[in-house]
Nanobody, 120 residues
Framework: QVQLVESGGGLVQPGGSLRLSCSTSGSILVIYGMGWYRQAPGKQRELVASITAGGSPNYADSVKGRFTISRDNAKNTVYLQMNSLEPEDTAVYYC??????????????WGQGTQVTVSS
């Protein structure tokens, strides 16, 4: 069993910043890629940013230059620093991890999501 738990969401004014964290626990052998997705009301879930086990990041065009993804492999934790937030960034943000468990199985795991609201 693997759990991913997001934290750090909240209400922020346009132009503000938030830092999301995703901690992991459970029977984890190794975590490969990790990522952040978001889903706004009435829209499909979309990739925001991802990062490989080696630390190579990838970003959606809409957040390039504003968001930074990072990870601490020792803690099996991934972060998303969000700057210059815009109302269009309002969504539920989900953490994702490509995990191999100690039993040998490899699967995608998701957190429960954290709400980010950008509004004045």
């Amino acid at each position: 069993q693997v759990q991913l738990v997001e934290s750090g969401g909240g209400l922020v004014q346009p132009g503000g910043s938030l830092r999301l964290s995703c901690s992991t626990s459970g029977s984890i052998l190794v975590i490969y890629g990790m990522g952040w997705y978001r889903q706004a009301p009435g829209k499909q879930r979309e990739l925001v940013a991802s990062i490989t086990a080696g630390g190579s990041p990838n970003y959606a065009d809409s957040v390039k230059g504003r968001f930074t993804i990072s990870r601490d492999n020792a803690k099996n934790t991934v972060y998303l620093q969000m700057n210059s937030l815009e109302p269009e960034d309002t969504a539920v943000y989900y953490c994702n991890g490509d995990v191999r468990t100690r039993s040998g199985w490899r699967n995608d795991y998701w957190g429960q999501g954290t709400q980010v609201t950008v509004s004045s």
